[in-house]
């Protein structure tokens, strides 16, 4: 790893070999790790080169007794239990009742 300074008084973007692009704001200092990145921006007078960008296998590991992401998706319903069938006891039928076998 290398750290960069654009030395320029504008934006400066340049291409990764793997189709990412880097931003280099003005004075700003970006750490690369592309070999032809590197090359490309040492014949640039735009930028300053580092090459101590510090110990690659300190830091930067999996962090420990730290709180889970909320996760932002919908909420899932809750899913629908299935009705139980009851048995009642036959009920009467609503309306006008009819006249057989009633005498007059």
């Given amino acids: 790893m290398v750290k960069i300074t654009n ?4 934006e400066l973007r340049r291409r990764l070999p793997t189709g990412q692009y880097v931003t280099f704001r003005p004075g700003a200092t970006v750490e690369v790790k592309s ?3 590197l090359a490309e921006l040492t014949a640039s007078r735009a930028f ?3 090459d101590e960008a510090g110990n ?3 830091g930067g ?3 420990t007794h730290s709180r889970p992401s909320k996760s932002r998706g919908k ?3 809750p899913k629908a239990k299935p009705k139980k069938e009851v048995k009642s006891k036959a009920k ?3 309306g006008l009742k009819s006249k057989k ?3 007059d």
């Fill in 75 to 77: 909420a899932a319903k």
């Fill in 61 to 63: 590991g999996l962090k």
């Fill in 48 to 50: 300053a080169i580092k």
């Fill in 7 to 10: 030395l320029t008084k504008r």
């Fill in 92 to 94: 009467p039928k609503k």
């Fill in 56 to 58: 690659p296998e300190i």
């Fill in 35 to 37: 070999k032809r990145l």
């Fill in 101 to 103: 076998g009633k005498a």
